[in-house]
């Protein structure tokens, strides 16, 4: 049995404790951080813990209406053509400021990345 952590705020410690990985619903949004993380926290301790950082102030953006803010995040970013319709959460209840903080939050995103020299080679 393998444990796999789902909580941002405290991957990077749950590593270093012996986690095997993240499944998070924040792998909705950057997949390639997290699995980054969890590939290279030993061998880049001092970059891992600037993306640690990053990582679990972000995941508050969750508290937006998730799944409804991932799937407007997926739609705008990446595919298009995909529905933001969830079972759990009416799409309705997504305020403007919330896909505001979407936007806000992908240009966050793209700028840190930059900032720590990690390019994941994804369109973002």
Known sequence: IKLFNANCAQLLQTL?????GFS???????????AWLC????AQPELAEKLQDYLGVVSAIEGRQYP????KYIKTFHFPEM??????????NFVPSFYT?????????KAHMACLGLDFGVKL
Not at 16 to 20: E, T
Not at 68 to 71: L, T
């Open 16 to 20: 270093r404790a012996g986690a095997s």
């Open 101 to 109: 903080e979407v936007l806000s939050f992908n240009a966050l995103y």
């Open 24 to 34: 998070g619903v924040m792998a909705n949004f950057h997949p390639e951080a997290y």
């Open 68 to 71: 409804v803010c991932a799937k």
């Open 39 to 42: 590939k290279n926290y030993e």
């Open 83 to 92: 529905s933001d319709y969830t079972r759990s959460s009416n799409r309705d």
